[in-house]
């Protein structure tokens, strides 16, 4: 069945900082320009750092007024005259890494939420409004179509669960970037957060040996006790102990062939567990930086002798994309609340937005999502 196009669609708008969100009621424009999806959003995340942001204390740069609004699961109400294969009707999963057309590799943004502070990229962020709405149009091509046969009717998985699509998709970069592959063992550096903790799962769903750091073992439970191949070492900021504790658990007590380090700013103070990770790496190991640690020192000369190969790692690929929804449609990936992850408080309404900004700067621990579900 054709779905109904609503004659306007209502979303979140911060017109200044410091200010409360407005809900704001705009036309929804007809027909669906060329290059562009119309799609009812049935749910989009809500990020810890929203709250501090909206006051002005961005983690990441972002111009005023907008919609926030990053990634989303949808269904396509229309779609523009260019669309060859999108149908109205099919659910999507509404990715918000958007690159510039014209621009592909020097301008990007995440859509809703930052602009990275570059000219042609304010240009691309206004142009593209978040997610935070009950409708909105969106590039076509960031519509990445679901199997709702499989996923939904047969897996079971609503679209909140599949939301944690975005975590993966980060997290299968970091992975494809160390050249994983079954069997190996890769040190993921902390493991608890959002997306570090989705490191850790889907490497070790992939069948990876996962040595995962944390200050407290007790909080990596729920992902141990899911997942055999998640070995903790609980980290005492000594980096000889730490070091010899990670290669303890390596096969034979040899060395790690892959590190992942998905550090927040907040460790660059002091990035012990980063360097008892560099060092427990075999000579031709990976070492994938992922995270927002700011300027730390390397050991060069460690690196150098044993070949390891550096490399940072933004965002994915749009193939990357697909292999992650085919890992989940395939079932080698789980989501929903056997895998551990949890909507909290069920997620909100887009009038509820206080409440759910504040819940979610609190709900930081791997596998919780604060989701709007308009
Ligand atoms: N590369 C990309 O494309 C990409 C995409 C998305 C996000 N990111 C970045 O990934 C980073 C991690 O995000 P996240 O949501 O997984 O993590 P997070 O919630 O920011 O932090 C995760 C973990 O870091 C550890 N931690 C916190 N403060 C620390 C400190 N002072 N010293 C040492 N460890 C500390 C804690 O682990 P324990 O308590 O267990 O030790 C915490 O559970 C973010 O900073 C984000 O910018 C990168």
Redesign the pocket.
Known sequence: MTPTIPETSTSLVLEAFKQPLSIKSTPITTPTPTGTALVRILSTTIR?HSRAGFAGNQ??PFPVPYTPGNSAVARVLDVGADAVSLQPGQLVWVDGFVVARDDPVGTQILLGLSDFGGKKQAKLFKAWPGVWADVAQVPLENCVPLNETILCDQMGYSPADLEYIE?LA?AN??VKAAHLAPGQTVVV???????????AELAAQLGCRVIA????VT??EPLTSRHPRILPVE?TGDVARDTAAIRALCPGGGAADALID??????????T?LYSGLASLRNHGRAV????LRDVTIPYMSLMVRNINVR?????SRDQLGDVIRLIESGVVKLGREAGHEVVQGGFKLAEWEEAVRVAEEA???GRQTLFLP
């Open positions: 810890p983690v990441l975590r980060i970069a970091g550096c902390p493991a608890t957060g959002h997306y570090s903790g989705a490191v750091l944390t200050r407290s909080k990596l980290l998905m550090s927040p700013g907040e460790a660059t103070a002091n990035p567990h930086f992922l995270g927002a940072g790692q933004f965002m994915y930081t621990f791997w």
